[in-house]
C-alpha cells in the first residue's frame, strides 16, 4: 500500500514510517520544514513538504492522489498556543479529510486524543486541545466517503513498546508507549474491518493484534 501520513516527523508518525516501510509498503510523511527530511528518510519514509495550516485543499489532495491510506498524526504540539490547537489539531484535520475525500483516499486513520470532546469545558490550553480534537472527530466521523478509524491513546510514554495492550470503545485512563501505538496504528490499517470505530487505548494484557482481531470481530 502506499500510505501518506500528516505530521510526518511526530514521535509516533516517524515509528509508524518504520514499520510500515518494513513491512513492504510505500511512505510519504507530510512535514513543515525541509530539515526534517533526512528523518523520514532515515525511518524509510518519503518526505514532502507542504504546511497544512496553509495549504489549499486542492494541495494536500495532489500529494494524497494514488494513496491506499491516510493517517492524520499532525498536533501542534506541547506549549503551542489556543490559536495553534485550532489550526493543527482542529482545522488541519478537517482539511486533511476533505482532502482524502478529494483525492478518493478510502481508508482514513486519525491518531487522537483520550478525552477528546467538543463540548469539553474548561479554559486551560488542554481543554482547548481536547475541544479541537473532538470537533475534529466529529468531522471525520461525519463522513460517509471514508473507512475511518479514530485511535485515541491514554498519557504517552517513550517507554519500550510491550506488544501488550486495551484496545476498546472505553478503557478508562491509562498509559501506553509510543511505540505500542505506532504498531496498533500499523494493525489498523492492515485491518479495514475497524472502519467506523472509535477506539481507546492503553497498555494492557492482550497482544496487540489479537487486540484489534478482537475489536474488528475477527
Given amino acids: ?33 525541509p530539515e526534517q527530511g533526512d528523518d523520514l528518510r532515515a525511518a524509510g519514509a518519503e518526505p514532502v513538504v507542504l ?25 501542534a504540539g506541547p506549549g ?13 484535520a478537517v482539511l486533511f479529510a476533505d482532502a482524502a475525500e478529494r483525492a478518493g483516499v478510502r481508508r482514513y486513520v486519525v491518531v487522537s486524543s483520550m478525552g477528546a470532546d467538543a463540548t469539553h469545558a474548561g479554559d ?11 470537533a475534529a ?3 471525520v466521523r461525519a463522513r460517509t466517503a471514508l473507512d475511518w478509524t479514530i485511535l485515541r491513546p491514554g498519557s504517552l510514554t517513550n517507554d519500550a513498546g510491550t506488544g501488550q495492550v486495551r484496545l476498546e470503545a472505553h478503557t478508562g485512563r491509562g498509559m501506553v508507549p509510543r511505540d505500542d501505538v505506532a504498531a496498533v496504528l500499523a494493525e489498523l490499517l492492515d485491518t479495514p474491518a475497524t472502519a467506523g470505530l472509535t477506539l481507546e487505548l492503553i497498555s494492557g494484557s492482550t497482544p496487540l493484534s489479537v487486540a484489534v482481531k478482537d475489536v474488528a470481530g475477527n
Fill in 80 to 92: 503551542s498556543s489556543v490559536e495553534r490547537k485550532d489550526t493543527v489539531d482542529r482545522a488541519a
Fill in 51 to 75: 504546511d497544512l495550516e496553509t495549504a489549499s485543499v486542492e494541495m494536500v489532495a495532489a500529494v494524497l492522489q494514488g494513496a491506499d491510506a491516510a493517517v492524520f498524526a499532525a498536533g
Fill in 137 to 139: 472527530d466529529d468531522s
Fill in 124 to 134: 486551560e490550553v488542554f481543554d482547548t486541545y481536547l475541544r479541537a480534537k473532538g
Fill in 1 to 33: 500500500m502506499r500510505i501518506v501520513i500528516a505530521g510526518g516527523h511526530g514521535q509516533i508518525a516517524l515509528r509508524l514510517e518504520r514499520l510500515l516501510a518494513a513491512g513492504g509498503h510505500e511512505v510519504a510523511g507530510i512535514i513543515r520544514r
